[in-house]
Protein backbone atom coordinates (compact mmCIF):
# COMPACT_ATOMS: atom_id res chain seq x y z
CA UNK A 1 0.00 0.00 0.00
CA UNK A 2 1.24 3.59 0.16
CA UNK A 3 0.56 6.41 2.08
CA UNK A 4 0.34 9.53 0.25
CA UNK A 5 3.17 12.27 0.58
CA UNK A 6 5.58 9.33 2.14
CA UNK A 7 7.48 7.24 -0.31
CA UNK A 8 8.04 3.84 -0.07
CA UNK A 9 11.12 2.11 -1.29
CA UNK A 10 9.89 -0.57 -3.51
CA UNK A 11 9.86 -4.25 -2.61
CA UNK A 12 9.36 -6.79 -5.33
CA UNK A 13 6.16 -9.26 -3.99
CA UNK A 14 6.23 -12.97 -4.63
CA UNK A 15 4.01 -15.22 -7.12
CA UNK A 16 3.20 -18.51 -4.99
CA UNK A 17 6.17 -20.85 -6.02
CA UNK A 18 8.79 -18.19 -5.51
CA UNK A 19 11.73 -17.84 -8.56
CA UNK A 20 10.55 -20.56 -10.10
CA UNK A 21 7.10 -18.77 -10.52
CA UNK A 22 8.20 -15.55 -11.44
CA UNK A 23 10.04 -17.17 -14.78
CA UNK A 24 6.77 -19.49 -15.99
CA UNK A 25 4.68 -16.32 -15.38
CA UNK A 26 6.30 -14.36 -17.28
CA UNK A 27 7.42 -16.94 -20.01
CA UNK A 28 3.55 -17.71 -19.91
CA UNK A 29 3.15 -14.01 -20.89
CA UNK A 30 3.10 -14.57 -24.59
CA UNK A 31 0.52 -17.58 -24.55
CA UNK A 32 -1.38 -15.82 -28.24
CA UNK A 33 2.47 -16.24 -30.31
CA UNK A 34 2.45 -13.13 -32.21
CA UNK A 35 2.75 -13.28 -35.80
CA UNK A 36 4.69 -10.87 -38.04
CA UNK A 37 2.64 -9.22 -40.86
CA UNK A 38 -19.46 -8.94 -12.63
CA UNK A 39 -21.34 -12.53 -12.46
CA UNK A 40 -24.75 -11.93 -13.26
CA UNK A 41 -26.58 -10.76 -9.82
CA UNK A 42 -28.51 -13.91 -8.32
CA UNK A 43 -29.95 -15.05 -5.11
CA UNK A 44 -26.85 -16.01 -2.78
CA UNK A 45 -27.07 -19.34 -1.09
CA UNK A 46 -24.69 -20.64 1.56
CA UNK A 47 -24.18 -23.87 -0.25
CA UNK A 48 -24.21 -22.75 -3.50
CA UNK A 49 -21.77 -20.82 -6.34
CA UNK A 50 -23.05 -19.69 -9.14
CA UNK A 51 -25.78 -21.70 -9.08
CA UNK A 52 -24.13 -25.15 -8.64
CA UNK A 53 -23.76 -26.67 -5.20
CA UNK A 54 -20.72 -26.53 -3.26
CA UNK A 55 -19.29 -30.00 -3.97
CA UNK A 56 -16.32 -31.67 -1.74
CA UNK A 57 -15.74 -34.46 -4.32
CA UNK A 58 -12.73 -35.65 -6.42
CA UNK A 59 -11.15 -33.19 -9.13
CA UNK A 60 -8.98 -34.46 -12.11
CA UNK A 61 -9.17 -37.31 -14.30
CA UNK A 62 -11.86 -39.84 -14.95
CA UNK A 63 -10.64 -43.35 -13.78
CA UNK A 64 -11.49 -46.12 -16.49
CA UNK A 65 -12.03 -43.65 -19.53
CA UNK A 66 -10.78 -44.32 -22.81
CA UNK A 67 -8.23 -41.80 -23.77
CA UNK A 68 -8.70 -39.61 -26.71
CA UNK A 69 -7.47 -40.09 -30.51
CA UNK A 70 -6.28 -36.95 -31.48
CA UNK A 71 -3.01 -36.64 -33.02
CA UNK A 72 -0.48 -34.56 -31.45
CA UNK A 73 3.00 -33.30 -33.66
CA UNK A 74 5.92 -33.87 -31.37
CA UNK A 75 4.87 -36.38 -28.50
CA UNK A 76 6.47 -38.95 -27.06
CA UNK A 77 3.81 -40.50 -25.81
CA UNK A 78 4.00 -39.67 -22.17
CA UNK A 79 1.70 -38.83 -19.30
CA UNK A 80 2.31 -35.22 -19.80
CA UNK A 81 1.30 -35.25 -23.67
CA UNK A 82 -1.58 -37.82 -22.90
CA UNK A 83 -3.15 -35.25 -20.14
CA UNK A 84 -2.90 -32.54 -22.55
CA UNK A 85 -4.65 -34.57 -25.34
CA UNK A 86 -7.17 -35.37 -23.66
CA UNK A 87 -7.55 -32.05 -22.00
CA UNK A 88 -8.00 -30.49 -25.66
CA UNK A 89 -10.08 -33.14 -26.83
CA UNK A 90 -12.80 -31.65 -23.82
CA UNK A 91 -12.09 -28.35 -23.96
CA UNK A 92 -13.32 -28.98 -28.36
CA UNK A 93 -16.27 -31.22 -27.62
CA UNK A 94 -17.26 -28.49 -25.12
CA UNK A 95 -16.97 -25.98 -28.03
CA UNK A 96 -18.01 -27.96 -30.91
CA UNK A 97 -21.99 -27.66 -28.71
CA UNK A 98 -21.83 -24.16 -27.19
CA UNK A 99 -20.85 -22.71 -30.72
CA UNK A 100 -23.37 -23.70 -32.92
CA UNK A 101 -25.95 -23.41 -29.18
CA UNK A 102 -25.21 -19.65 -28.00
CA UNK A 103 -23.88 -18.24 -31.05
CA UNK A 104 -25.08 -20.04 -34.07
CA UNK A 105 -21.69 -21.31 -36.02
CA UNK A 106 -19.37 -24.28 -35.78
CA UNK A 107 -16.62 -24.68 -34.34
CA UNK A 108 -13.88 -26.43 -36.72
CA UNK A 109 -11.47 -28.15 -34.30
CA UNK A 110 -7.86 -26.75 -34.07
CA UNK A 111 -5.75 -27.58 -36.82
CA UNK A 112 -2.43 -29.11 -35.52
CA UNK A 113 -1.55 -29.71 -31.87
CA UNK A 114 2.37 -30.00 -30.88
CA UNK A 115 4.48 -31.26 -28.08
CA UNK A 116 7.58 -30.05 -27.22
CA UNK A 117 10.59 -30.29 -24.86
CA UNK A 118 12.10 -26.94 -23.73
CA UNK A 119 14.70 -29.08 -22.19
CA UNK A 120 15.61 -30.44 -25.35
CA UNK A 121 17.50 -29.38 -28.31
CA UNK A 122 14.70 -27.13 -29.39
CA UNK A 123 12.83 -26.79 -32.99
CA UNK A 124 10.45 -24.13 -34.32
CA UNK A 125 6.82 -23.38 -33.48
CA UNK A 126 4.80 -20.26 -34.78
CA UNK A 127 8.54 -18.89 -36.14
CA UNK A 128 10.07 -19.16 -32.99
CA UNK A 129 12.98 -20.93 -30.98
CA UNK A 130 11.57 -23.74 -28.58
CA UNK A 131 14.16 -24.43 -26.01
CA UNK A 132 14.05 -22.67 -22.92
CA UNK A 133 10.48 -21.97 -23.68
CA UNK A 134 8.09 -22.71 -20.56
CA UNK A 135 5.29 -22.38 -22.51
CA UNK A 136 1.64 -22.91 -23.47
CA UNK A 137 0.56 -21.06 -27.19
CA UNK A 138 -1.99 -20.47 -29.68
CA UNK A 139 -0.75 -19.70 -32.68
CA UNK A 140 -3.02 -17.85 -35.34
CA UNK A 141 -1.06 -18.14 -38.40
CA UNK A 142 -1.26 -21.77 -38.57
CA UNK A 143 -4.04 -22.73 -36.18
CA UNK A 144 -1.91 -24.11 -33.63
CA UNK A 145 -1.96 -24.88 -29.94
CA UNK A 146 1.35 -25.68 -28.40
CA UNK A 147 2.62 -26.79 -25.27
CA UNK A 148 6.34 -27.62 -23.30
CA UNK A 149 5.44 -31.21 -21.97
CA UNK A 150 9.33 -31.29 -20.56
CA UNK A 151 8.95 -28.30 -17.46
CA UNK A 152 5.76 -26.41 -17.80
CA UNK A 153 2.98 -28.87 -17.40
CA UNK A 154 5.01 -31.83 -15.05
CA UNK A 155 5.38 -28.37 -12.72
CA UNK A 156 1.64 -27.38 -13.17
CA UNK A 157 0.46 -30.92 -12.52
CA UNK A 158 3.35 -31.57 -9.29
CA UNK A 159 2.25 -28.07 -7.94
CA UNK A 160 -1.15 -27.69 -8.25
CA UNK A 161 -2.67 -31.13 -9.72
CA UNK A 162 -3.75 -32.22 -13.35
CA UNK A 163 -6.47 -29.74 -13.39
CA UNK A 164 -3.96 -27.19 -13.18
CA UNK A 165 -2.73 -28.55 -17.21
CA UNK A 166 -6.74 -28.53 -18.04
CA UNK A 167 -6.99 -25.06 -17.30
CA UNK A 168 -3.82 -23.53 -19.39
CA UNK A 169 -4.82 -25.45 -22.21
CA UNK A 170 -8.62 -24.56 -21.89
CA UNK A 171 -7.44 -20.74 -21.92
CA UNK A 172 -5.30 -21.57 -25.14
CA UNK A 173 -8.20 -23.23 -26.82
CA UNK A 174 -10.18 -20.09 -25.60
CA UNK A 175 -8.09 -17.89 -28.10
CA UNK A 176 -8.46 -19.97 -31.00
CA UNK A 177 -12.30 -19.47 -30.46
CA UNK A 178 -11.42 -15.78 -30.17
CA UNK A 179 -10.13 -15.96 -33.73
CA UNK A 180 -13.61 -18.13 -34.67
CA UNK A 181 -15.78 -15.62 -33.47
CA UNK A 182 -13.77 -12.87 -34.71
CA UNK A 183 -14.24 -10.78 -31.30
CA UNK A 184 -10.60 -10.26 -31.89
CA UNK A 185 -8.00 -9.23 -34.45
CA UNK A 186 -4.60 -7.55 -34.83
CA UNK A 187 -4.96 -4.69 -32.93
CA UNK A 188 -6.83 -6.39 -30.38
CA UNK A 189 -4.78 -5.04 -27.34
CA UNK A 190 -3.30 -8.36 -25.19
CA UNK A 191 -4.59 -7.60 -21.97
CA UNK A 192 -8.28 -8.01 -23.74
CA UNK A 193 -7.11 -11.50 -25.41
CA UNK A 194 -6.51 -12.70 -22.18
CA UNK A 195 -8.95 -11.69 -20.46
CA UNK A 196 -11.74 -13.13 -22.88
CA UNK A 197 -9.26 -15.93 -22.61
CA UNK A 198 -9.74 -17.04 -19.11
CA UNK A 199 -13.20 -15.92 -19.66
CA UNK A 200 -13.79 -18.84 -21.72
CA UNK A 201 -11.92 -21.13 -19.90
CA UNK A 202 -14.18 -20.18 -17.12
CA UNK A 203 -17.30 -21.00 -19.21
CA UNK A 204 -15.45 -24.40 -20.12
CA UNK A 205 -15.13 -25.03 -16.58
CA UNK A 206 -18.74 -24.80 -15.80
CA UNK A 207 -19.39 -27.29 -18.17
CA UNK A 208 -17.12 -29.94 -16.59
CA UNK A 209 -18.35 -29.09 -13.17
CA UNK A 210 -21.75 -30.19 -14.05
CA UNK A 211 -20.55 -33.56 -14.88
CA UNK A 212 -20.10 -32.99 -18.95
CA UNK A 213 -16.95 -33.64 -19.73
CA UNK A 214 -15.68 -37.24 -20.66
CA UNK A 215 -12.53 -37.27 -18.94
CA UNK A 216 -12.55 -34.88 -16.40
CA UNK A 217 -14.49 -34.30 -12.63
CA UNK A 218 -14.29 -31.11 -10.66
CA UNK A 219 -15.49 -30.46 -7.77
CA UNK A 220 -16.78 -26.26 -7.02
CA UNK A 221 -14.85 -26.74 -3.67
CA UNK A 222 -11.37 -27.97 -3.58
CA UNK A 223 -11.44 -28.39 -7.14
CA UNK A 224 -12.19 -25.24 -8.21
CA UNK A 225 -9.98 -23.86 -5.70
CA UNK A 226 -7.05 -25.49 -7.56
CA UNK A 227 -7.97 -23.22 -10.86
CA UNK A 228 -7.76 -20.42 -9.71
CA UNK A 229 -4.38 -20.84 -7.39
CA UNK A 230 -3.53 -21.88 -10.91
CA UNK A 231 -4.79 -18.06 -12.22
CA UNK A 232 -2.79 -16.89 -9.27
CA UNK A 233 0.31 -18.54 -9.82
CA UNK A 234 0.48 -17.46 -13.77
CA UNK A 235 -0.81 -14.24 -12.90
CA UNK A 236 1.61 -10.87 -14.30
CA UNK A 237 3.43 -9.35 -12.25
CA UNK A 238 3.79 -6.08 -10.31
CA UNK A 239 6.41 -4.53 -13.05
CA UNK A 240 3.88 -5.41 -15.85
CA UNK A 241 0.85 -2.93 -16.60
CA UNK A 242 -2.10 -3.82 -18.37
CA UNK A 243 -1.18 -2.09 -21.54
CA UNK A 244 1.91 -4.24 -21.56
CA UNK A 245 2.62 -6.25 -24.90
CA UNK A 246 1.79 -9.64 -23.44
CA UNK A 247 0.00 -8.75 -20.85
CA UNK A 248 -2.51 -11.12 -18.71
CA UNK A 249 -3.93 -9.43 -15.96
CA UNK A 250 -3.01 -9.42 -12.03
CA UNK A 251 -4.57 -12.33 -10.10
CA UNK A 252 -7.99 -10.84 -9.01
CA UNK A 253 -8.25 -9.42 -12.87
CA UNK A 254 -7.80 -12.94 -14.46
CA UNK A 255 -9.75 -13.87 -11.32
CA UNK A 256 -12.72 -12.11 -12.12
CA UNK A 257 -12.85 -13.12 -15.78
CA UNK A 258 -12.92 -17.00 -15.62
CA UNK A 259 -15.66 -15.86 -12.81
CA UNK A 260 -17.52 -14.31 -15.46
CA UNK A 261 -17.19 -17.04 -18.09
CA UNK A 262 -18.73 -19.58 -15.22
CA UNK A 263 -21.18 -17.71 -14.27
CA UNK A 264 -22.40 -15.73 -16.74
CA UNK A 265 -21.29 -17.87 -19.40
CA UNK A 266 -19.68 -17.40 -23.39
CA UNK A 267 -21.93 -14.80 -24.21
CA UNK A 268 -20.76 -12.64 -21.33
CA UNK A 269 -16.86 -13.37 -22.26
CA UNK A 270 -17.59 -12.18 -26.19
CA UNK A 271 -18.61 -8.83 -24.84
CA UNK A 272 -15.06 -8.47 -23.37
CA UNK A 273 -13.04 -5.28 -25.25
CA UNK A 274 -10.76 -2.47 -24.32
CA UNK A 275 -13.68 -0.28 -23.12
CA UNK A 276 -15.21 -3.02 -20.79
CA UNK A 277 -11.74 -3.70 -19.63
CA UNK A 278 -11.02 -0.30 -18.55
CA UNK A 279 -13.65 0.34 -17.14
CA UNK A 280 -13.05 -2.72 -14.44
CA UNK A 281 -9.66 -3.56 -14.45
CA UNK A 282 -7.36 -2.66 -11.20
CA UNK A 283 -4.14 -3.94 -12.77
CA UNK A 284 -2.56 -0.09 -13.41
CA UNK A 285 -1.59 0.99 -17.05
CA UNK A 286 1.98 1.70 -16.24
CA UNK A 287 3.22 -1.46 -13.53
CA UNK A 288 4.90 -1.08 -10.48
CA UNK A 289 4.76 2.48 -9.75
CA UNK A 290 0.83 3.51 -8.20
CA UNK A 291 -1.82 5.34 -10.45
CA UNK A 292 -1.42 8.10 -8.36
CA UNK A 293 2.41 8.23 -8.97
CA UNK A 294 3.77 7.08 -5.49
CA UNK A 295 6.54 4.29 -5.32
CA UNK A 296 5.04 1.01 -4.13
CA UNK A 297 6.26 -0.65 -1.36
CA UNK A 298 5.33 -2.74 2.08
CA UNK A 299 4.29 -0.57 4.66
CA UNK A 300 5.76 -1.35 8.50
CA UNK A 301 1.97 -2.61 9.54
CA UNK A 302 2.56 -2.08 13.06
CA UNK A 303 3.41 1.11 12.83
CA UNK A 304 1.58 3.54 14.77
CA UNK A 305 1.00 6.04 11.88
CA UNK A 306 0.13 3.34 9.40
CA UNK A 307 -2.90 1.70 11.95
CA UNK A 308 -3.99 5.28 12.65
CA UNK A 309 -4.32 5.73 8.90
CA UNK A 310 -5.76 2.35 8.50
CA UNK A 311 -8.14 3.73 11.31
CA UNK A 312 -9.09 6.41 9.71
CA UNK A 313 -9.68 4.51 5.91
CA UNK A 314 -11.96 2.23 8.37
CA UNK A 315 -14.01 4.92 9.31
CA UNK A 316 -14.57 6.39 6.20
CA UNK A 317 -16.02 3.47 4.36
CA UNK A 318 -18.34 2.27 7.41
CA UNK A 319 -19.21 4.51 9.85
CA UNK A 320 -22.43 5.98 9.40
CA UNK A 321 -24.86 7.77 11.93
CA UNK A 322 -26.04 6.16 14.49
CA UNK A 323 -23.73 3.38 14.65
CA UNK A 324 -21.09 3.38 17.32
CA UNK A 325 -17.95 3.28 15.93
CA UNK A 326 -15.81 -0.34 17.57
CA UNK A 327 -12.22 1.08 19.41
CA UNK A 328 -9.31 -0.62 18.25
CA UNK A 329 -7.20 -1.52 20.46
CA UNK A 330 -3.08 -2.68 20.70
CA UNK A 331 -3.53 -6.19 22.60
CA UNK A 332 -6.43 -8.97 22.39
CA UNK A 333 -9.49 -8.72 23.90
CA UNK A 334 -10.45 -10.53 26.51
CA UNK A 335 -13.67 -12.06 25.46
CA UNK A 336 -14.79 -15.55 26.33
CA UNK A 337 -17.97 -15.36 24.25
CA UNK A 338 -15.76 -15.31 21.05
CA UNK A 339 -13.17 -17.53 19.64
CA UNK A 340 -9.94 -15.14 19.00
CA UNK A 341 -9.02 -14.73 15.49
CA UNK A 342 -5.53 -13.32 15.13
CA UNK A 343 -4.37 -11.12 13.99
CA UNK A 344 -7.50 -9.29 14.81
CA UNK A 345 -10.65 -10.04 16.51
CA UNK A 346 -14.07 -8.28 17.05
CA UNK A 347 -15.61 -8.50 20.43
CA UNK A 348 -19.48 -7.30 20.46
CA UNK A 349 -19.70 -7.15 23.97
CA UNK A 350 -17.14 -4.15 24.62
CA UNK A 351 -17.30 -3.22 20.09
CA UNK A 352 -13.52 -3.81 20.38
CA UNK A 353 -11.41 -4.90 18.09
CA UNK A 354 -7.90 -6.44 19.78
CA UNK A 355 -5.38 -6.48 17.83
CA UNK A 356 -2.02 -9.28 18.29
CA UNK A 357 0.58 -7.12 16.82
CA UNK A 358 3.49 -10.02 16.91
CA UNK A 359 0.93 -11.78 14.27
CA UNK A 360 0.17 -8.88 13.08
CA UNK A 361 3.83 -8.11 11.82
CA UNK A 362 4.45 -11.65 10.59
CA UNK A 363 1.19 -11.43 8.50
CA UNK A 364 2.27 -8.23 7.22
CA UNK A 365 6.13 -9.04 5.74
CA UNK A 366 6.36 -9.48 2.04
CA UNK A 367 5.87 -12.68 1.09
CA UNK A 368 9.35 -13.35 -0.39
CA UNK A 369 10.69 -12.43 3.34
CA UNK A 370 9.55 -16.29 4.39
CA UNK A 371 7.91 -15.77 7.35
CA UNK A 372 4.29 -16.56 6.28
CA UNK A 373 3.24 -13.24 5.23
CA UNK A 374 0.56 -12.09 3.14
CA UNK A 375 2.13 -8.19 2.59
CA UNK A 376 0.37 -5.29 3.93
CA UNK A 377 -2.88 -5.34 2.39
CA UNK A 378 -3.88 -9.07 3.09
CA UNK A 379 -3.23 -7.84 6.66
CA UNK A 380 -4.79 -4.80 6.90
CA UNK A 381 -7.31 -6.32 4.88
CA UNK A 382 -7.50 -8.62 7.83
CA UNK A 383 -8.27 -6.14 10.32
CA UNK A 384 -10.86 -4.39 7.67
CA UNK A 385 -13.14 -7.63 8.01
CA UNK A 386 -13.08 -6.87 11.63
CA UNK A 387 -14.17 -3.51 11.26
CA UNK A 388 -16.93 -5.34 9.00
CA UNK A 389 -18.05 -7.58 11.85
CA UNK A 390 -19.04 -4.18 13.89
CA UNK A 391 -20.76 -2.81 11.37
CA UNK A 392 -22.90 -5.68 10.59
CA UNK A 393 -23.44 -5.89 14.43
CA UNK A 394 -24.50 -2.06 14.54
CA UNK A 395 -26.68 -2.65 12.02
CA UNK A 396 -28.34 -6.01 13.69
CA UNK A 397 -26.84 -8.86 12.09
CA UNK A 398 -25.87 -11.49 13.30
CA UNK A 399 -22.10 -12.10 13.29
CA UNK A 400 -21.80 -15.87 12.87
CA UNK A 401 -22.64 -18.39 9.89
CA UNK A 402 -21.76 -18.59 6.93
CA UNK A 403 -24.23 -15.58 5.83
CA UNK A 404 -22.09 -13.26 8.16
CA UNK A 405 -18.65 -14.58 6.43
CA UNK A 406 -19.52 -13.82 3.02
CA UNK A 407 -20.91 -10.33 3.94
CA UNK A 408 -17.85 -9.98 5.65
CA UNK A 409 -15.78 -10.09 2.37
CA UNK A 410 -18.19 -8.39 0.42
CA UNK A 411 -18.03 -5.38 3.29
CA UNK A 412 -14.17 -5.75 3.20
CA UNK A 413 -14.15 -5.52 -0.66
CA UNK A 414 -16.04 -2.24 -0.12
CA UNK A 415 -12.93 -0.89 2.02
CA UNK A 416 -10.75 -2.11 -0.53
CA UNK A 417 -12.59 0.05 -2.96
CA UNK A 418 -12.44 2.99 -1.41
CA UNK A 419 -8.76 3.19 -1.01
CA UNK A 420 -8.14 3.10 -4.87
CA UNK A 421 -5.46 5.43 -6.08
CA UNK A 422 -6.97 8.80 -7.33
CA UNK A 423 -9.77 8.82 -4.43
CA UNK A 424 -7.61 10.46 -1.77
CA UNK A 425 -7.58 8.28 1.15
CA UNK A 426 -4.87 8.11 3.50
CA UNK A 427 -3.95 4.90 2.15
CA UNK A 428 -4.08 3.42 -1.25
CA UNK A 429 -3.43 0.55 -2.89
CA UNK A 430 -0.73 -0.12 -4.60
CA UNK A 431 0.12 -2.73 -7.89
CA UNK A 432 -0.27 -6.10 -6.12
CA UNK A 433 -2.66 -5.40 -2.96
CA UNK A 434 -5.63 -7.10 -4.30
CA UNK A 435 -3.61 -10.12 -5.41
CA UNK A 436 -2.69 -10.49 -1.89
CA UNK A 437 -6.28 -10.62 -0.67
CA UNK A 438 -6.67 -13.13 -3.64
CA UNK A 439 -4.00 -15.42 -1.93
CA UNK A 440 -5.74 -14.95 1.75
CA UNK A 441 -9.20 -15.98 0.33
CA UNK A 442 -7.80 -18.90 -1.69
CA UNK A 443 -5.78 -20.08 2.01
CA UNK A 444 -7.55 -22.72 3.75
CA UNK A 445 -7.90 -20.12 6.33
CA UNK A 446 -9.29 -16.96 5.62
CA UNK A 447 -10.21 -13.98 7.91
CA UNK A 448 -11.13 -11.50 5.63
CA UNK A 449 -14.17 -13.70 4.49
CA UNK A 450 -14.82 -15.82 7.79
CA UNK A 451 -17.97 -14.75 10.90
CA UNK A 452 -16.92 -13.19 13.99
CA UNK A 453 -15.42 -17.21 15.33
CA UNK A 454 -13.06 -17.45 12.28
CA UNK A 455 -15.37 -19.56 10.42
CA UNK A 456 -16.66 -19.62 6.62
CA UNK A 457 -17.56 -21.15 3.47
CA UNK A 458 -15.22 -23.66 2.27
CA UNK A 459 -15.28 -22.03 -1.77
CA UNK A 460 -12.53 -19.81 -2.78
CA UNK A 461 -14.15 -19.17 -5.59
CA UNK A 462 -17.02 -17.67 -3.64
CA UNK A 463 -14.62 -15.92 -1.04
CA UNK A 464 -13.69 -14.02 -3.84
CA UNK A 465 -16.48 -13.48 -5.47
CA UNK A 466 -18.22 -11.73 -2.78
CA UNK A 467 -15.22 -9.72 -2.07
CA UNK A 468 -15.49 -8.57 -6.12
CA UNK A 469 -19.22 -8.04 -5.16
CA UNK A 470 -17.78 -5.46 -2.58
CA UNK A 471 -15.31 -4.28 -4.45
CA UNK A 472 -17.12 -3.36 -7.70
CA UNK A 473 -20.23 -2.38 -5.79
CA UNK A 474 -18.67 0.28 -4.09
CA UNK A 475 -21.27 0.71 -1.11
CA UNK A 476 -22.30 -1.63 1.80
CA UNK A 477 -25.98 -1.76 0.42
CA UNK A 478 -25.47 -4.56 -1.82
CA UNK A 479 -23.54 -6.48 0.52
CA UNK A 480 -26.06 -6.41 3.70
CA UNK A 481 -29.13 -7.23 0.63
CA UNK A 482 -27.32 -9.90 -0.61
CA UNK A 483 -25.84 -11.93 2.03
CA UNK A 484 -28.48 -12.71 4.43
Given at each position: ????????????????????????????????????G???????????????????????????V????L??????G???????????D??????????????????????????YD???P???????????????????????????????L??????????????????????????R?????????????????D?????????????????????????????????????????????????????F????????????????C??????????????????R???????????????????????????????????????I????????????????????????????????????????????????????????????????????????????????????????????????????????????????????????????????????????????D???????????????
Open positions: MTTPNRRMAPTGRALAGGVLALGVAALLGGCVHPVEAGAAERWSATRIAGLEITTGPSGPRPGTDARVVVGGDGEADRLARNAVDVQRYWADELPATFGRGFDPVARLMSSTGGGTVCGSDTRGAVNAFYCPADDTVAWDRGRLPMLDDSFGPMAVVAVLAHEVGHAVQFLRTVDGRTSSIVKEQQACFAGAFFRWVAEGNAPHFQLSTGSGLNQILATLFFIRDGTETGFEAEGAHGNADRVSAFQFGFGDGPVRARIDDAEVRRRITQPAGGRSASGEATGNLPVIDRGALAALEATLRAAFDRGGVTRPTDLSPPACPEVTVTAPATYCPATNTIGLDLAELARLGTSPEQGQGGIGDFGAFAEVASRYALATQHGAGFPLTGLATAQRTACLSGVWAATVRAGRGAVLQLSPGDLDEAVAEMLAPRSLIAADVNGAGVPSGFARVEAFRGFTADTPALCLSKYR
